[in-house]
């Protein structure tokens, strides 16, 4: 058994957005494995009823809801609808994602309006929506899923580039503003991974061999996992291979 394997969240309530399938669907059974009760969320209903199903076969409780994370009103629902269904959110993973491969002079303004929205807004929105129950908790976990995109340029990525960059910015606001009140904010910054997301926005390209979504929920889980009195502000995490930084 390995430190991950011995990780408990036994008692604990998990929410996952964009869970629906990659790093998201990864991300909620890894939690729901060691033992949390996971709600998962997407803006495909089909997708995450499936990922409900797989962590109640688990023997843990689950909520599947259909959530825009850029809609306020929808997120807000959302909320209220996890915490009547399996209680107050402990750790939440704002996973949620939108990319776009296009050189930045490219990109039409509602491409570049999509994905700030998605990626950026969405954040905040959900941190918004979770963040005062574990202030007057003092208590919970906030997990970012930002992008190594967030930490350097990408060439034909300006939108999805800048609004990651965003979300390294807002977590390490968040976690300096939240400190005091007992609740740790992490950002982590993926390399590329290969995931369906990939898939449709760079056709054709092989990303064989790049990480996998099971490579990444490990992460998640250790800095969910770490004592109160430890907090991790950023991890990047990059694939293992000669040239790649």
């Known amino acids: 058994m390995n430190d991950a394997d011995a990780m408990t969240f036994v ?3 998990a929410l996952v957005t964009g869970a629906g399938r990659g790093i998201g669907r990864a991300i909620a059974l ?17 997708d995450v009823e499936t990922v409900a199903s ?7 409780r689950s909520a599947a809801i259909r959530c825009d994370v850029s809609d306020e009103d929808q997120v807000r629902r959302m909320a209220e609808r996890v915490a009547a269904d399996l209680g107050p959110v ?17 990109t039409s303004a509602a491409d570049f309006d999509r994905l700030v929205a998605v990626n950026l807004r969405g954040v ?9 129950a574990m202030v007057a908790r003092r208590s ?34 968040l976690a300096w503003e939240l400190q005091e009140h007992n609740v740790r904010v992490a950002a982590l910054c993926p390399g590329g991974v290969n995931t369906r997301l990939v898939a449709e926005a760079r056709p054709g ?29 950023e991890m990047v995490i990059r694939r293992f291979a000669a040239g790649v930084e």
């Not at 890894?30 to 209903?45: I, K, M, Q, Y």
């Not at 061999?209 to 907090?231: G, N, T």
């Open 11 to 13: 008692g604990k309530v």
């Open 30 to 46: 890894a939690f729901a494995e060691r033992g949390a009760d996971v709600a998962v969320c997407s803006r495909t209903l089909g």
């Open 54 to 60: 797989e962590i109640r076969a688990l023997g843990r």
């Open 90 to 106: 402990d750790i939440l993973v704002n996973n949620a994602g939108a990319l776009k491969v296009v050189p930045l002079l490219e």
């Open 124 to 132: 905040f929105l959900c941190c918004k929506a979770f963040a005062p």
């Open 140 to 173: 919970g976990v906030i997990i970012n899923i930002a992008s190594n995109a967030g930490k350097k340029p990408y060439f034909h990525q300006g939108a999805y580039t800048a609004s990651k960059f965003g979300v390294v910015g807002l977590t390490k606001v």
């Open 205 to 233: 390209f092989d990303a064989s061999e790049w990480m996998r979504p099971e490579d990444i929920a490990p992460a998640v889980v250790f800095i969910a996992s770490l004592p109160p009195h430890v907090a991790v502000d």
